[in-house]
C-alpha cells in the first residue's frame, strides 16, 4: 500500500508541476470602433501689416526693397487644394500729389517656406519678370500659385516691389496700400 501512495503523490506533483508551468489561457479580447471626423478649414493670407518704409529716391530716381513675408495657408483639406494669390496697389500719395500704383513694380521671388504637398509656382521668380501693379482685386497681378496635392499647404515669400519715381514727384512720404488677396 505504501507504494501505491507514493505513486499517487508522484503523480499529483507532476500535474501540480504542469498547471504551475503551463501558459496561461488568454483572456477574451474587447474591441472598441473609435472614429473622429476631420472637418474643413479655411484659406487664409497674411501679409505686413506696416507701414513698410520702402527707402527714398529723388524724382527720376528707383526705390528698390522687400515687402516683407506674405504667407498662405490652407487647411481646407480637400482631395486637390488649388489656389491663387494675387495683389493690386492704390496710388500712392501725399496732400494732394499722386504716385500711379502702375510705377511700382512687384516680383514674388522664391518661396522661402512650404509645406504639403503639390506644386508651388511663383508669379515672378526673378526681377527680370517684375509686373507692374494694378489698381482692382479684378485685375490682380499673380504672386504665386499652387496647384496639385492633397490636404492643406502653406507657402510664404518675401516680394519686392521696385517704385520707378516719376521726374515730376515732388517731396514728400508718399503712402499707399498693396493688398495681397488668395483665392
Not at 76 to 92: H, K, L
Not at 147 to 161: E, F, H, K, R
Not at 167 to 172: L, P, R, S
Request: net charge negative; no cysteine; hydrophobic share 40%.
Amino acid at each position: 500500500m505504501r507504494k501505491r501512495s507514493v505513486a499517487f503523490i508522484s503523480v499529483g506533483a507532476s500535474l501540480l508541476a504542469l498547471t504551475v508551468s503551463a501558459p496561461a489561457l488568454a483572456a477574451p479580447s474587447a474591441d472598441t470602433i473609435v472614429t473622429f471626423e476631420v472637418t474643413e478649414g479655411s484659406l487664409d493670407i497674411t501679409a505686413p501689416a506696416g507701414p513698410v518704409d520702402l527707402g527714398s529716391a529723388s524724382p527720376g530716381g528707383t526705390i528698390t526693397s522687400q515687402l516683407g513675408t506674405v504667407s498662405v495657408s490652407d487647411t481646407r483639406g480637400g482631395a486637390t487644394s488649388p489656389w491663387v494669390a494675387s495683389v493690386f496697389a492704390t496710388d500712392f500719395t501725399v496732400a494732394a500729389l499722386t504716385v500711379p500704383f502702375a510705377a511700382v513694380e512687384y516680383w514674388s521671388g522664391d518661396l522661402t517656406a512650404s509645406s504639403g504637398g503639390g506644386t508651388f509656382t511663383a508669379g515672378q521668380l526673378t526681377a527680370d519678370d517684375a509686373v507692374p501693379l494694378t489698381g482692382t482685386t479684378l485685375t490682380a497681378v499673380t504672386a504665386f500659385t499652387h496647384s496639385g496635392g492633397t490636404g492643406g499647404s502653406t507657402a510664404s515669400w518675401n516680394p519686392t516691389l521696385i517704385v520707378s519715381v516719376p521726374i515730376t514727384a515732388q517731396v514728400g512720404t508718399y503712402t499707399g496700400t498693396v493688398t495681397h488677396q488668395v483665392a
